[in-house]
């Protein structure tokens, strides 16, 4: 979905609010313009060094410094960009909380967004997403810091969910900041002059060249809305306020403190003329906010200064101000703004696929955490249980991170913390289980029937199955060269051919996204021959096909279940340093529009945008839909697709990147760090065909349920039985016990845009009270209880209810 500008919003709101909060701030009832200053410091859970050496290096005196800075000025605001580390120093240094608690109270420290870290919004599981809120909000108010904020801030995610506001609204946020969107300029970050950006066509180009807005309204295809700034001079514009030299980092300070009147009316005014151009409304935002900056000394009194000397000449106020009021103060002139449906992707593509075993181990355990919350919601609380559940998301929902289910750690740190997380999450996700399964009839798996037929002819092999007919070719590495779904056939040359690309990439992007990198085919499965194997087992006919790519071996296990309409196919293999594999279909060149999944809805996106391949995100399913029929990939967990002009289908089933270089020499030096993967890697993907447009909830449930083991797709269809709604469209994504106040919270899915009405219930509860919500447990209205069934509108993709049983 390219940007695109639609109607314009309702009118502007009434213009006294916006005049009170100026004077709260400072702000002359006359400034034509005013330049806020933003203040906070982008705090990683843990990228170059874990989160515990982040926290005793630099959280502390931090923390120590912001204090004291507010004390001293009772005008001066901070912001926190997230919970994880304010929820550290508060539990690790008691004796500062009643300070801690009185700043939020008077507003001088603020917290931009409840989640606990800064999530990647393109790769965790949904629930991670909603939860990470939650539980933010959670802490917060059990601390006792009564703030609820509508705010959220992404400063430094690499690309964005285009149904980001459809997660936002979810979660009851209505304006969010971020920074890195497709096609703009990132300092050290390329080769290539600051003049070749932004690129052509992209959100950045469309924002920065045709709009000249770094302001607008957000609106996705669900018509789910946020108020959006985009920092395009990067989340520390301001840093340099009062230095002089190169950069302040980490600590590190490249530069010397240079607070003299004509240095800092050069620095404000530079920001001025960079933002001027760019502001639909007399606001203009300069974030200050560099990876664990110290805040700037006695900032109020250098913009004093300024405002004394040069407002009456350039007509700018700077003011220091929270995020939050920017936001408001550029809402009561929403009407001005232009509105958006924007896909800020791909920013960068490496990450999609960098350490596939955290993206892999994340959606697993989302999905058992889930299964038990459901089998447990409308029975009596068990402590142990409810204590395992609530260590399980606790330690998930930090992978949300995006330095961490990304992959864009170094060794020491993914392998060390990240890792002992997922550990964590794991077995309290199974402790939960099966505690929640004890007691449980657990149904048997259907009986298996419907045999299928192996034949070989000379070197290849010919399977015919209730839903498919393959035929493979060890000759041609083990690939296929017949795919029959439903009576039609599918390829136009290879299936499943393994190709292995030189990379020069590193953990965020691969080589041909920068200047002097290389991406390039070097090898293919399918100039090899390869060895293949069936083995006929009760339930599954399974083909073993071993081949050599690069001098490595691979191996793709191809599952057919009797009448399952999947194809399922597993690529196993340990990439070589620098390598790439994609598992390759040549397809039929039929017209066909690439659909996909995304975090909080779905998307057409075109074949190529920006890089050729470009490689897409997808969180579970790519489907490829022809004018009679749908060819569909599901994935196990997150993958990286791409669909070539030459209709090539390929996604990303192994990646072992090293650090960027370019012109296999020069280092990044926005990168500065790289990461090995020389553990075997495990893909798992399905393919299957559908008639017409669409797929049936059912058989995305199939799809769903297809990588969990037996045991869990048992326990599933009991899930299946303890709430009902009357269309059967709709979906329920969680079912748990309220942890802020009574009753079950449900989440209901809808698979259109388009409103409808329907009836929840719970067969074995009565349902004595209903309540619309949000993700953070919010009760927002009260609904109606017709028969015992709730009357639930489904306006949004995602609604949550609150259901309250006797």
Known sequence: MSPTSLSAPGPAAAPSAELALRRKLGVPDDAAHVLAFSESSHWDTNWLETSEEYFDRRLRPIFLAIMAALDHDHERIYCVESVFFLKLYWERHPEHRVVLRRLVDRGQLRVLTSSLTTPDTLLP?????????????????????????????????????????????????????????????FIAADLRRKSAFPIKGSTADVLQKDLKTLDFVWRDDDGAEVLCHWNAFTYFQGDMLAHAGVVRWNGLVAA??????????????????????????????????????????????????????????????????????????????????????????????????????????STRIARSLLLA????????????????????????????????????????????????????????????????????????????????????????????????????????????????????????????????????????????????????????????????????????????????????????????????????????????????????????????????????????????RGFAPTFWPVPSRVTLQGAAQALHVGFEAPSAVSFSPDHALEWIVARNPVKERAFGLLPVLAHPIGGTTDDLQIHRAALFATEGRGVEPSLLRHVAFAWLPSSARRLERIVGDLVRCDDPQVTFSAMKRAETGAGVILRLVRPSTSDRLVRVWLPSKEIWGAFRCNAREESLEPLAIEDGRVVVPLAARLTSVRLVVR
């Open 125 to 185: 599981h949904p629930e991670a997403i909603l939860r990470d809120f939650h539980l933010g909000q959670c802490w917060l108010r059990d601390s006792g810091l009564n703030v609820f904020p509508r705010t959220a801030y992404f400063p430094d995610n690499f690309g964005h969910s285009p149904h980001l506001p459809s997660l936002m609204r979810a979660v009851g946020v209505d304006s969010v900041a971020v920074t890195r969107v497709d096609g703009m300029y």
């Open 256 to 361: 010397i403190p240079w607070r003299t009147g004509r240095h800092i009316a050069s620095r404000i005014d530079t920001f001025v003329r960079d933002l001027r151009p760019l502001a639909r409304t007399p606001y203009m935002l300069c974030p200050i906010g560099m990876d664990f900056n110290d805040p700037i000394a006695h900032i109020r009194e250098l913009l004093d200064r300024y405002n004394r000397q040069r407002y009456p000449t350039t007509g700018t106020w700077s003011v220091l101000a929270g995020m939050d009021d920017y936001f408001e103060l550029v809402g009561h002139h929403r009407h001005k703004l232009p509105v958006l449906s924007v896909d800020p992707n791909p920013y960068w593509m490496g990450f999609y696929a960098s350490r596939p075993e955290l993206k892999q181990r």
């Open 373 to 608: 919350e459901a089998l447990s919601s409308l029975e009596k609380p068990l402590q142990e249980l409810e204590s395992s559940l609530h260590a399980g998301w606790q330690h998930l929902v930090l992978m949300n991170h995006h330095d961490a289910i990304t992959g864009t750690s170094p060794d020491r740190v993914c392998h060390a913390e990240q890792r002992d997380w997922l550990d964590t999450a794991a077995s309290s996700a199974e402790r939960a289980l099966t505690l929640a399964a004890r007691g449980l009839a657990v149904p048997p798996d259907a009986a298996p029937h419907a045999p299928t037929q192996v034949r070989w002819q000379g070197p290849k092999l010919h399977v015919r199955t209730a839903h498919h007919r393959l035929t493979l070719s060890r000759e041609r590495g083990g690939c296929l060269t017949s795919l029959v779904i439903d009576g039609r056939e599918q390829l136009l040359g290879l299936g499943l051919d393994l190709v292995a690309h030189a990379d020069d990439g590193g953990l965020w992007r691969l080589g041909h996204e920068f200047l002097g990198g290389r991406f390039e085919v070097v090898d293919r499965a399918s100039q090899h021959h390869a060895k293949v194997d069936v083995v006929d087992t009760p339930d599954a006919l399974v083909i073993v096909i071993v081949s050599v790519l690069g001098g490595r071996t691979f191996t793709r296990t191809v599952t057919l279940r009797r009448e399952d309409p999947l194809v399922e196919v597993q690529v196993s293999g340990a990439a070589a340093r620098r390598q790439t594999v994609t598992c390759r279909l040549e397809l039929l060149a039929s017209p066909a529009t690439l659909e996909m999944d995304t975090i909080g809805g779905s998307i057409a996106r075109p074949r190529e």
